[in-house]
Structures are given as C-alpha cells and as structure tokens.
C-alpha cells in the first residue's frame, strides 16, 4: 500500500538539541558541496538535452517530473539511452541534491529480499544506504530518495510517484579524444544492417567467435565521434598498433537511429576485429564482431537507438591498414 515517505530528522525533540550546531554544519556543508559537486547543462556532445552533468561521476542525469510506477519510468529512462538511476557512492548521492531538490524520485533498485537488490543498469550493488529497518518488502521492492539526505527508502513498484531520477552515460569518458565531424568526399552504396540482421555466409566481413581481451595499448585512446564524422582505427593508412583495445562512443541527435558505415576494412581475418555494440555502453549488446578485408562495397549497421560503442581488438602478430567508417543515422 501507498505510504507517506518519512525524514528521519522529523523527531522534534531531537532537532531542538541540535538546532545550533546543524545550521552551522549546514552551512558548511553546503559550501563544500559547491566546491565538490557541479550540477550543470552541457553541450549536446556530452550530455543529451534536459539531462545534467555531475562532477565526479562521468555520468548524466534527468529529473522526470511525471508520475508514473517503477516498470513506465524505466520504460522512459531506457527510451533516453539510459536506467534509472543508480547510485554508487555518498558522494554521488551528495552531488545530485542540487538536482532532486525537495523532490521524492523513484530510483533504479529493485530488491527480491531483504538482503538481495540489484540496480537496472546491471552496475554492482555497491553503495548499499537503505535507511534502518529497509528495505521491507511489505513497504514494495523498489526505492525513492528523500530530499537532501543519503537514505534510500522501500517503496511500491506499482504505485505511481511523482518524479523519477534517470541516468546515462557521458558521450565523452574523462580520458576522450573528440574528432571533428567531416564530410567524407564519396558515399558508396550502403548494404545496411540492424541488430537482428544475420551477415549472410558470402559477406567478406565475419563475425568471429570471442577471445580474451588484449593489453590496453598507449596509443590507443577513447574516442567519441558523432553524426557526419569520419572515422578511422588508430594508425591509418599505415597499421593499426599491435594488442590494440580502442573503444569508440558514437551518438547521434535524440529520436534518431545511429548508422554506422563502413568503407575499407583491412585486418586480419579472425584475429583483429571490430565489435559493434548496440547502445552507449561497453556492457551493451553486441550484434556484431567484423573482420577481413573489403573494398567491394560499404556495410552499415543500424542501432535501435542514437548510441552505438565500438570495440577495435588487434593481437600481438603484425595486422593490416586497418578500416575508415562514416558514423551517420537515419
């Protein structure tokens, strides 16, 4: 049944012995919050519009203002590329108060006991901050926060609230090299393929069946390209570096779907390979692992969303050129 959220500070004799002290540690606080905390807009290549950037958690937020039950609110946080929210840390939490104001959002926990959650992103449940006595499932199996404290607090999965909080991922990680969009000078014909598209047996590209990943290679950084970009692997025309394990965050306007576009490719057939992801994560789906060589035509491949992330794997052996792609959307 539907309960009225409590503060645990509403004890009144409680606040009265501390009145004193507490405003003077809230104005403290509240002063190193400013320093430690950044709650703002940022560009659409960073953020996607109406979500905010918080310092410190390589992450983007929304407050929904809607009431809607946890399984509708998920529905809404997943249409944007994102979750509701998880929450990792008393920092993270300290960071997004600015945002939640006095609002009540719905979180992105879920409890199946009193001892068992999970977040829906499917991020470890590390930060576990139920106020005493919950989670209690008689109260329901999801979770809200409460105003300007660290607790979480059990609520009814199927009763509506009146914001939810939801989250994605940066478009740039901390560590990004942003390319510039370019205008490719020729557009072969595109053979394009979605995420339930089967590569036919006669495609030049394979899909090669997994392998341990490899070593990190120095030369090889995150990078985020966009909609009209021009893409290459790491060394172009010349080689692609040696235990390569480049990842590549593409995105494309909101409403949009992200089409990925190869022209050359050129490695070592299921040794060096590209693994196409269908979202903004590293964890997202992957529909596709090519390799090979190709300068016959183009092969696209189309995202459910305007997120894809690439992951270029080389070994240990000497490669080929690499690839050239175009990241556009339809």
């Not at 590209?274 to 035509?297: C, H, L, M, W």
Request: hydrophobic share 30%; net charge negative.
């Amino acid at each position: 049944s539907k309960r009225t959220p409590r503060h645990p500070r509403q004890d009144t004799m409680r606040r009265m012995g501390v009145i004193v002290i507490g405003l003077f540690c809230a104005v403290a606080a509240r002063s190193l919050h400013h320093q430690s905390a950044v709650v703002g807009e940022l560009d659409v290549g960073v953020c996607p519009p109406g979500y905010s950037y918080i310092n410190g958690t390589d992450a983007c937020f929304k407050l929904y203002t809607l009431a809607k039950a946890f399984p509708e609110a998920e529905t809404t946080c997943k249409q944007d590329g994102g979750h509701l929210a998880s929450i990792h840390s008393v920092e993270e939490k300290h960071g997004l108060n600015d945002l939640i104001g006095t609002d009540l959002p719905l979180i992105g926990i879920k409890c199946t006991t009193t001892t068992s959650c999970t977040w829906t992103d499917g991020t470890p449940y590390d930060y576990q901050n139920f106020i005493y006595g919950q989670p209690t499932l008689e109260y329901g199996s999801c979770a809200h926060l409460f105003e300007d404290d660290d607790w979480f607090y059990s609520w009814n999965c199927a009763t509506p609230i009146g914001t939810f909080l939801c989250r994605l991922p940066v478009v740039v990680p901390p560590t990004t090299t942003r390319i510039p969009p370019t205008t490719p000078t020729t557009r072969p014909t595109t053979t394009t393929h979605s995420s339930t598209t089967t590569l036919p047996s006669t495609t030049p590209l394979l899909i090669t069946t997994p392998r341990p990943a490899t070593t990190v290679a120095s030369n090889c950084p995150n990078i985020s390209a966009y909609e009209g970009t021009h893409l290459t692997s790491p060394g172009w025309p010349v080689g692609y570096p040696r235990n390569a394990n480049c990842w590549f965050y593409l995105t494309c306007a909101p409403g949009k779907r992200l089409l990925f576009e190869f022209e050359v490719i050129d490695t070592k057939r299921d040794k060096d390979y590209v693994s196409i992801r269908d979202g903004p994560y590293q964890n997202s789906t992957e529909f596709a692992r090519v390799s090979g060589k190709t300068r016959e035509n183009t092969l696209g491949y189309l995202a459910t969303s305007n997120h894809m992330t690439l992951q270029f794997i080389s070994d240990s052996d000497e490669g080929g050129q690499g690839w050239t792609a175009n990241v556009d959307s339809q």
